[in-house]
């Protein structure tokens, strides 16, 4: 693994980072709380959560549940919470299950980051995150059908204004120590970076955004901002919802994994997803190569890469990742991943 700088706030953290979304429904506390442990013998010190998380399925019942199971493990382990760089996120519009499906706002800000705080009983959020914008996004395979919202371009600036004033607040308070997005657009991240350096609050560091084999919206428009503005992205389902381990090839479908739970993946599922996967996991064989380790490791080489998110349902699962955790491909490898994307370039 590498320590790559978040943004330009001096906080350094890894190029893997261990996501939750899982922890209060497929995954146990019990098991929660072994991965957390594992995670940071192995070296990583990148946590994500969210407050709306668990997910698989998501549900009013325990919306709140992953940031209390952190919290209960940063609890049994008070020593071991400056080992790591704790990030989560605020929910936004249209998520009936916080605030009523209220919009991010300076009157959300606070009671949001009080709730996280006190679920993950900390004092302090390294990351804090806007899970999605306000004005929509082309994210989870809404690019099909996007185009720009309607909404008057004067009244998102001004709200964009006052949620990084009521981010500063926090910032001022020890809440929060840095600020990033989530599912953002180039012209969304250009914006709140323009604000910030007017004035109006904490830089962005990082965005979080989808990206894997499968899906690289980011590739363009994106990396170019990202590297230019030190705004990293924090890549999450890197492993394409499990596609990418093979194991939904030739129409299987394991107990308890995500398609069990959600049959059409998120919008994910079709015919294309799979031919391209069949070419990725060739491309490991011919290699004798781990596709897991493989998808990764690809991730890590971007170079507007801060850190590659992955989720793992079961302790045999992490185990699984963090054997090649410090995996480097070759260039013929790099060459065959890139023949692949030209051939299978939008899967989903």
């Not at 980011?218 to 389902?237: I, K, N």
Request: glycine share 8%; aromatic share 8%.
């Amino acid at each position: 693994m590498e320590m790559k700088p978040l943004g330009r706030t001096g906080i350094m953290v890894t190029d893997l980072c261990l996501g939750t979304m899982t922890f209060g429904t497929q995954t146990s506390e019990a098991d929660a709380h072994i991965q957390m442990d594992m995670a940071l013998e192995a070296g990583i010190n990148f946590v994500d959560a969210a407050e709306m998380y668990p997910v698989n399925p998501i549900s009013a019942e325990t919306v709140g549940r992953t940031e209390e199971i952190l919290g209960n493990w940063n609890a049994a382990n008070p020593a071991r919470r400056g080992d790591y760089v704790l990030a989560t996120k605020h929910s936004g519009a249209g998520f009936t299950h916080a605030r009523n499906g209220a919009p991010i706002s300076a009157e959300t800000i606070p009671e949001a980051v009080e709730g996280s705080l006190r679920r993950l009983k900390t004092d302090s959020i390294d990351l804090y995150q806007f899970h999605w914008p306000n004005r929509g996004s082309y994210m989870f395979r809404q690019n099909w059908t996007y185009a720009p919202t309607g909404k008057n371009t004067d009244d998102v600036l001004a709200n964009m204004q006052e949620c990084l004033e009521a981010l500063q607040v926090q910032v001022d308070k020890g809440n929060i120590r840095a600020f990033g997005l989530s599912n953002e657009s180039a012209w969304g991240t250009a914006q709140w970076l323009r604000l910030a350096e007017a004035g109006a609050g904490p830089r962005v560091a990082s965005v979080q955004n989808e990206y894997s084999l499968l899906c690289r919206h980011f590739d363009t428009d994106m990396a170019e901002l990202s590297v230019h503005e030190d705004v990293g992205l924090m890549a999450f389902s890197p492993l394409a919802a499990g596609y990418l381990t093979g194991k939904y090839q030739g129409g299987a479908v394991p107990g308890g994994s995500r398609m069990s739970i959600n049959a059409e993946m998120g919008g994910r599922k079709s015919d294309r997803v799979l031919d391209a996967v069949a070419a990725y996991l060739e491309i490991a064989e011919r290699h004798g190569l781990d596709p897991v380790h493989m998808a990764l490791a690809w991730c890590r080489t971007r170079k507007f890469m801060l850190s590659a998110i992955f989720g793992a349902t079961t302790v045999e699962q992490l185990e699984r990742i963090l054997a090649g955790q410090d995996l480097e491909l070759s260039s013929e490898v790099l060459n065959e991943i890139t023949a692949a994307h030209r051939a299978f370039p939008m899967p989903y």
